[in-house]
């Protein structure tokens, strides 16, 4: 399978605990994306990685929330100190950069995150 | 404030008739508009795009229209086929960023 792959498919933590998500996206892709998406809502961007650098973030992405993309593969999302409010299902995304362009973006199947 | 609009939660079609999703916008900045379709328990995929600079994009049974006039944009899925029932979301962009602001979605459902 060469699509985005995203670990865990779900996870329930218990609120104060904190969580690691993985996505490996494409292998040729250099851009990475995390979104959040909430019931009956559309996603809504948290960060993005042009290879290892992260080059933005979102207002969303409170300092408990911490994304990584060390060699420029694999990400990581961790959130420190789960909020019930942090319910959500985090998906990931990749897509290849070129040209200026927007390209499409493809996504992993998420991470479902239940606070209780 | 939302930036991309999908007024409708929910649309129902009978199969083999056109299927028209709507899609508001409010940024003129946007230049590229995208039309994701989401199963449950699935991330969303990739379904078809169009630039600013065009009106119309089609693939297959899928062609979106943009009225940028109007900041307005349709999918028309014709023939509807079954497999077709699903979320559907449109999302857009400005200036080549990375960024998609997406909208809420349409349930599209198929009946036979």
């Known amino acids: 399978d060469t699509g985005v792959s995203q670990n865990p498919r779900h996870k329930i933590t218990k609120r104060g605990q904190n969580v690691t998500f993985r996505c490996d996206p494409i292998?040729?892709?250099?851009?990475l994306y995390w979104y959040r998406q909430t019931l009956g809502q559309g996603p809504e961007f948290l960060t993005y990685?042009?290879?290892?650098?992260?080059?933005?973030k979102s207002r969303l992405l409170s300092d408990r929330f911490s994304a990584e993309r060390p060699k420029g593969s694999f990400s990581t999302l961790e959130i420190q100190r789960t909020e019930q409010g942090d319910s959500a299902m985090y998906l990931c995304?990749?897509?290849?950069?070129?040209?200026?362009?927007?390209?499409?973006?493809?996504f992993g199947q998420g991470t479902r995150l239940t606070v209780v | 404030d939302q930036q991309v609009k999908q007024n409708s939660p929910s649309l129902s079609v009978q199969e083999g008739r056109i299927s028209i999703l709507n899609c508001d916008y409010t940024n003129s900045m946007f230049d590229y508009f995208l039309w994701y379709k989401k199963y449950p328990a699935e991330g969303p995929t990739f379904l078809i795009s169009?630039?600013?600079i065009k009106d119309k994009n089609e693939d297959g049974r899928f062609t979106v229209f943009l009225n940028k006039s109007a900041k307005h944009l349709s999918l028309h899925i014709v023939p509807s086929q079954p497999g077709d029932s699903a979320v559907y979301f449109c999302a857009a962009s400005a200036d080549s960023n990375y960024q998609l602001i997406w909208g809420a979605g349409t349930k599209l459902i198929i009946k036979p």
């Open positions: 995304a990749s897509s290849l950069a070129g040209g200026g362009q927007s390209t499409e973006a493809f």
């Open positions: 169009i630039s600013s």
């Open positions: 292998s040729e892709h250099n851009r």
């Open positions: 990685f042009q290879n290892e650098a992260q080059l933005e």
